[in-house]
């Protein structure tokens, strides 16, 4: 009895055993020169160029829809040195404040610290008290203290207390 059994023809790249899916090359090698193509179809984004391989977009930007709904999306901060931030925080550009996390601070720590004439301390955080985040006039933004002890004796309350008045208390 004889078998048909039909050939399985490989990848006509050297060094590739894969099974060919078109043009005589395996998917890897085939989505390569897909995606390289100088006729092939290019990104649908304006200004992107680059080649396209899923619904019209390239990677980048068939990503940033699957994420944010929006191609456009862009989370890295622009080079100004001032931007608002995905939270909705305005951010400052200075890399000599002691405070900056990787050369950004929040505006409305510099705002309240300009008020003050002072550093914030690690146990104090601001407030903006209409609640919009972008707005640091010094009138909408509060301090607020979080520190209290670790224990509940009298004794350490009283002492709390009086470092508290001494820290917060106007000359």
């Known amino acids: 009895m004889c078998y048909n059994i039909p050939m399985v023809k490989t990848c006509s790249k050297p060094d590739c055993s ?12 085939y989505v390569y020169w897909y995606r390289r193509r100088e006729d092939g179809p290019r990104c649908s984004h304006p200004g992107c160029g680059k080649p396209a391989y899923s619904a019209g977009w390239c ?9 944010h709904g929006d191609a456009s999306v862009n989370l890295r901060p622009p ?23 990787r ?16 550093f914030l301390a690690q146990d104090e955080s601001v407030h903006h008290a209409n609640g919009a985040r972008h707005d640091n ?3 909408n933004l509060e301090l607020w203290a979080s520190s209290h002890p670790a224990g509940q004796r ?7 207390a009086q470092e508290l008045l001494t820290k917060y208390q106007p000359i």
Not at 59 to 67: C, F, L
Not at 83 to 93: E, I, K
Not at 154 to 160: C, F, G, P, S, Y
């Open 18 to 29: 894969g099974k060919t899916v078109g043009r005589g090359l395996c998917r890897k090698h």
């Open 59 to 67: 990677a980048t930007h068939r990503n940033r829809i699957k994420r």
């Open 79 to 101: 080079r100004g040195d001032r931007f608002v931030d995905s939270r909705g925080y305005v951010q400052l550009r200075m890399p000599e404040h002691p405070a900056s996390v």
């Open 103 to 118: 050369g950004l601070i929040a505006e409305h720590r510099v705002v309240i610290e300009a008020a003050l004439g002072r």
């Open 137 to 139: 006039r010094p009138e």
């Open 154 to 160: 009298v004794e350490d309350l009283v002492q709390w």
